[in-house]
Nanobody, 124 residues
């Protein structure tokens, strides 16, 4: 059974940086995808960034391109979301999610296993 545990959320000032971590366990295959999603107050959950484990293919939402970087450390079974130049509109609960195989679209419906979420608040 795949389990995901996020960490790294915090209160940060606009323009600041954070790194979120997603520790994964229970994978029975090397072919899977990890996604980072977020839900802001009053909004639907949206895909922020996704990565495939086998070929490293990545996706970024337009709103975070050039500011966020997704990465993985296969030896540690941990995935990261490096967030720079944070804006108040980045405030949300961030979730890590896993899907078997290579993702086609970075959307919540393609990911079946979810972490508990970590709060990111960008405010002065």
């Amino acid at each position: 059974q795949v389990q995901l545990v996020e960490s790294g959320g915090s209160l940060v000032q606009p323009g600041g940086s954070l790194r979120l971590s997603c520790a994964a366990s229970g994978f029975t295959s090397d072919y899977y995808s990890i996604g980072w999603f977020r839900r802001a107050p009053g909004k639907e959950r949206e895909g922020v960034s996704c990565i495939s484990s086998s070929d490293g293919r990545t996706y970024y939402a337009d709103s975070v391109k050039g500011r966020f970087t997704i990465s993985r450390d296969n030896a540690k079974n941990t995935n990261y979301l490096e967030m720079n130049s944070l804006k108040p509109e980045d405030t949300a609960v961030y979730y890590c999610a896993a899907a078997s195989g290579l993702f086609r679209r970075c959307v919540p419906s393609e990911f079946g296993t979810w972490g508990q979420g970590t709060q990111v608040t960008v405010s002065s």
